[in-house]
């Protein structure tokens, strides 16, 4: 089947440590996005890449980094800079039409990551 | 920049009768693309419905679809027949130039 997984469902880490949270998507899609949601409210976007080895910052990059080395992995590090890391992240791709259009196409999500730090 | 405001935080309807969620936007651009998603317990995203701004006529999906005014800048969910299983967060979306902004969302109550 195809689709996106996110890994694990629930992650725990200590305050001061970096973590990083997995995506992988099977849908031959060349855009991809992390998003942040905190209780209660719309998502946030942290990063997208729309083609391989690029990828651009989103409202609220600060603390996260990205790589995309492959198409199908868009990798999300949350550093001990980010102030507040403790969010469910989502992670989402789409088909890209083309760098002054890829807007145009819907955004397919991941099962989401909840990130607990303490 | 581009904006999405769903005013409505929270709604409630009984099985079967019918809803409407609301959702203004704002963009600069002239072409662009306007989504539904629903974010049921399970957190997990799906799309509801999908608008083309160029496209006058307004979309449907089964019992969902949306009044677009394209001149007030507005997008609004319609639910028919509503079941139990729409119980969900209701996100509005708007897709101009390169970002997808989302609304604050709709938490929907679908009572037996």
């Known amino acids: 089947d195809g689709g996106i997984t996110q890994s694990p469902k629930y992650l725990f880490r200590k305050e001061g440590q970096n973590v990083t949270l997995s995506c992988e998507q099977n849908l031959n899609h060349d855009a991809m996005y992390w998003y942040r949601q905190d209780p209660g409210q719309g998502l946030r976007l942290i990063y997208y890449s729309q083609i391989v080895n690029d990828f651009q910052k989103g409202d609220i990059a600060e603390g996260y980094s990205v790589s995309r080395e492959k198409k199908e992995s868009f990798p999300l590090t949350v550093t001990s800079a980010q102030k507040n890391p403790t969010a469910f992240y989502l992670c989402?791709?789409?088909?890209?039409?083309?760098?002054?259009?890829?807007?145009?196409?819907?955004?397919?999500f991941g099962p989401g990551t909840r990130l607990t730090v303490t | 920049a581009q904006t999405v405001t769903q005013s409505q935080p929270e709604m409630s309807v009984q099985e079967a009768e019918t809803v409407t969620l609301s959702c203004t936007y704002d963009?600069?651009?002239?072409?662009?693309?306007l989504f539904w998603y629903k974010q049921p317990p399970s957190r997990q995203m799906i799309l509801v419905i999908r608008?083309?701004?160029?496209?006058?006529q307004n979309a449907t999906e089964n019992r969902f679809s949306v009044n677009f005014q394209k001149a007030a800048k507005s997008f609004s969910l319609k639910i028919s027949d509503s079941q139990l299983g729409d119980t969900a967060m209701y996100f509005c979306?708007?897709?101009?130039?390169?970002?997808?902004?989302f609304g604050g969302g709709t938490r929907l109550m679908v009572k037996p």
């Open positions: 608008q083309e701004a160029y496209k006058q």
């Open positions: 963009t600069s651009e002239n072409n662009y693309y």
């Open positions: 979306a708007l897709n101009a130039g390169n970002m997808l902004t």
């Open positions: 989402a791709s789409s088909r890209n039409r083309g760098l002054s259009h890829f807007g145009s196409y819907e955004q397919y």
